[in-house]
């Protein structure tokens, strides 16, 4: 039903965003599932699998039609200590999980309530996320090195981390991904509906081959039949994993329906997303990722960079997702070649030129007209989202209303009482007649 609707009046202008969306996506899809999976302690190639087998089912069943998933940096903390516990078979269990507690979120209808986040904490989150985006690319701008220790796991973190090592910063992979940025931005001004960040990673490609600039490349890329996860179950296993499930299935939820009420914004559609949308998305990723968890692939979610790229070069329907993930199959197996001489720097130039586009400059501006409580929740969640995490940075610019909504029912209600009581104490006793009639007469 969702395919024929995208059917319905289809051009070969829509068919060509669609295909250069799902084109960028899946470019940027493939070496960042390598790398989220390594970060899980899983095999590489489990984090392509991931877009692989869940992309065209959400196609078919999900309600945002442009909306790119993958694995996400906000879900390595829950899968990452089920396979210390566990292994493969433990991140198996812990995606399994997750996804049953997803399509428990849908059926209770819980995405609904997610989908009532105020405007301006929505607006903090997408801008903290572009910047999220733009600080995790810097050290494969610059071609750096992990500092003793490791990277942080915060952006604000990381942030001081480069900063404190530009003396080793490599200006060749810059170069690259400026030419990106530049050719994006030039094109988005000149021709809005052509596919800018494509564009641009093909004039980096040739530049780097035509000038035989060295610089770290995505590399041969491992294809091979995902097997299913071998495991056995025990009431053990099960009461390990189940907390860790349930964390992993909130901020999948949580951060799967705020990026697509942000991909929303980008496409146009600035109303509040639609109730049932809202719990058949939840429904939808759910199936997806219990069949991905089958063969151990980390769970799917809304990935902001692909989806605003997909939107940003025209894609328009659900044809994308599908295309996005025969796309990435054909890269592993036909163009495996061309695709392993993309410069890493090439697509960090596009994923930073999405988080300035997410930045939401307009908001910025508008501050000091806005509600004090709109800016403070904006500006708190945005920072919020560098400093501590997508998940706290929401709850925080919630809480700001909440506080607000439980300080004018007190004041509204302290002048009411008040007055009342005024009221009262003012107005002469009435007393009544059955009374009156009781009382012993005096004289006589």
């Given at each position: 039903m969702c395919l024929r609707k995208s059917f319905r009046g289809y051009s070969w202008r829509a068919f060509l965003g669609d295909f250069f969306g799902g084109a960028i996506a899946a470019l940027i899809a493939l070496?960042?599932?390598?790398?989220?999976?390594?970060?899980?302690?899983?095999?590489?190639?489990?984090?392509?699998?991931?877009?692989?087998?869940?992309?065209p089912i959400c196609a078919l069943l999900g309600r945002n039609p442009v909306l790119i998933g993958?694995?996400?940096?906000?879900?390595?903390?829950?899968?990452?200590?089920?396979?210390?516990?566990?292994?493969?078979?433990?991140?198996?269990?812990?995606c399994i999980f997750a996804a049953i507690f997803l399509l428990i979120f849908g059926q209770l209808r819980l995405g609904r309530h997610v989908s009532k986040v105020p405007h301006a904490v929505l607006a903090g989150f997408s801008c903290g996320i572009g910047g999220l985006m733009i600080i995790s690319q810097l050290r494969t701008i610059f071609a750096l090195s992990p500092p003793p220790g490791g990277w942080s796991g915060t952006m604000f973190r990381q942030l001081v981390q480069v900063a404190e090592r530009y003396r080793e910063f490599h200006w060749l992979p810059a170069v690259i991904a400026a030419i990106v940025m530049v050719i994006s931005t030039l094109i988005r001004m000149r021709a809005p509906r052509a596919p800018g960040p494509f564009i641009g990673v093909g004039v980096a490609l040739a530049?780097?081959?035509?000038?035989?600039?060295?610089?770290?490349?995505?590399?041969?890329?491992?294809l091979s039949i995902p097997p299913f996860a071998g495991f056995t179950w025990s009431p053990d296993d099960v009461m390990t994993v189940l907390p860790a499930a349930f964390g992993l299935a909130f901020v999948t939820s949580v951060e799967l329906l705020m990026t697509s009420r942000v991909v929303d914004h980008f496409r146009g559609r600035h109303q509040l997303m639609k109730k049932v949308d809202a719990d058949m998305e939840l429904g939808a990723y759910g199936i997806a990722n219990l069949i991905g968890g089958l063969f151990a692939a980390p769970t799917s979610v809304?990935?902001?960079?692909?989806?605003?790229?997909?939107?940003?070069?025209?894609?328009?329907t659900r044809i994308s997702n599908l295309i996005h993930g025969f796309l990435l199959l054909v890269m592993m197996t036909l163009g495996a070649t061309f695709i392993s001489r993309v410069p890493l720097a090439a697509l960090a130039g596009v994923?930073?030129?999405?988080?300035?586009?997410?930045?939401?400059?307009?908001?910025?501006?508008?501050?000091?007209k806005m509600r004090p409580v709109d800016a403070l929740a904006f500006v708190l969640t945005a920072l919020a989202v560098l400093i501590v995490n997508a998940l706290p940075a929401v709850a925080l610019g919630c809480s700001l209303y909440l506080i607000r909504h439980v300080v004018l029912r007190i004041w509204t209600r302290a002048p009411e009482q008040v007055a009342a009581a005024t009221e009262a104490a003012s107005a002469p006793e009435v007393v009544p007649a059955a009374r009156v009639a009781s009382q012993p007469e005096i004289g006589n």
């Open positions: 070496p960042y599932g390598l790398a989220m999976a390594s970060l899980m302690g899983l095999p590489p190639i489990l984090g392509v699998y991931t877009s692989l087998i869940t992309s993958g694995t996400s940096s906000a879900t390595v903390p829950f899968i990452l200590g089920a396979v210390r516990l566990q292994g493969i078979s433990g991140a198996a269990k812990v530049a780097a081959t035509i000038f035989g600039w060295h610089a770290s490349e995505v590399g041969a890329v491992p809304g990935i902001p960079a692909r989806s605003v790229a997909n939107v940003q070069c025209g894609a328009t994923t930073a030129w999405m988080g300035l586009r997410l930045l939401d400059w307009g908001t910025w501006g508008r501050l000091p």
